[in-house]
C-alpha cells in the first residue's frame, strides 16, 4: 500500500517509463490518486495508463492532459 499522500494540493514529482523513455511528472497528491485508482480500475499499472493519454494528447504538456482526462473521467461519472 502506499504512503499517505499527504494534503491534496501538495505538488509531487514521480519518474516514470513511457513508451520506452524515462520522465517526470509533477502533479498534485490528488490528481495522482486519482490516476491510480483510474489505473486500478482499468486494471492496467499507472505507467500503462499514462503512455495511453501520452499517446493522445497532441501538443499539450503531459501534467496538463493527465488532469484533463482525469477530469473527463470524473465529469462522464458524474452524468451517470
Same mark, same amino acid.
Given at each position: 500500500?502506499?504512503?499517505?499522500?499527504?494534503?491534496?494540493?501538495?505538488?509531487?514529482?514521480?519518474?516514470? /517509463? &513511457?513508451? +520506452?523513455?524515462? /520522465?517526470?511528472? #509533477?502533479?498534485?497528491? $490528488?490528481?495522482?490518486? $486519482? *490516476?491510480?485508482? @483510474?489505473?486500478?480500475?482499468? +486494471? !492496467?499499472? &499507472?505507467?500503462?495508463? &499514462?503512455?495511453?493519454?501520452?499517446?493522445?494528447? +497532441?501538443?499539450?504538456?503531459?501534467? #496538463?492532459? *493527465?488532469?484533463? @482526462? !482525469? *477530469?473527463?473521467?470524473?465529469?462522464?461519472? $458524474?452524468? +451517470?
Amino acid at each position: 500500500m502506499a504512503a499517505p499522500a499527504g494534503p491534496p494540493g501538495r505538488m509531487r514529482k514521480h519518474s516514470l /517509463t &513511457v513508451a +520506452g523513455h524515462s /520522465t517526470s511528472i #509533477s502533479l498534485e497528491s $490528488a490528481f495522482w490518486d $486519482a *490516476l491510480r485508482d @483510474h489505473a486500478r480500475e482499468r +486494471g !492496467l499499472s &499507472v505507467a500503462a495508463l &499514462v503512455a495511453e493519454i501520452d499517446a493522445e494528447r +497532441g501538443e499539450a504538456n503531459l501534467s #496538463s492532459a *493527465l488532469r484533463v @482526462h !482525469l *477530469l473527463q473521467i470524473f465529469r462522464d461519472k $458524474a452524468r +451517470g
